[in-house]
C-alpha cells in the first residue's frame, strides 16, 4: 500500500508541468468564455435600450398648424 503511494507521487511529480499548464489553460480559456459572454450582454442590453430610447422618440405624435395653409386655399377658391 505504501508503495502505491509513492508511486503516484512520483508520477505526479513526474507529470506536474504538463498538469500546471492544463490547468492554467482550462483557467484561461474559462476567463475568455466569461468575458466573450458578459461582453455580448452588455451589448445585448445597450442595444436594447438605444432600440427602445429610439422607438420612443420616434413615436411621438407630430403636430402642425397648418391654417395658414387652409386660409391660402381657401381665397384661391373664393377668387
Known sequence: ?????VDRYKEQKKNR????AKKKREIFIG???AGVI??????WIG???????????NNRPV???VSALDDY???LGTE
Not at 1 to 5: G, H, I, L, R, V
Not at 17 to 20: G, L, P, R, S, V
Open 38 to 43: 458578459a461582453l455580448a450582454l452588455v451589448c
Open 17 to 20: 508541468k504538463a498538469i500546471q
Open 63 to 65: 403636430t402642425a398648424d
Open 73 to 75: 386655399m381657401m381665397s
Open 1 to 5: 500500500m505504501s508503495q502505491e503511494k
Open 31 to 33: 476567463k475568455i468564455c
Open 47 to 57: 442595444y436594447s435600450a438605444v432600440d427602445s430610447y429610439w422607438d420612443s422618440v
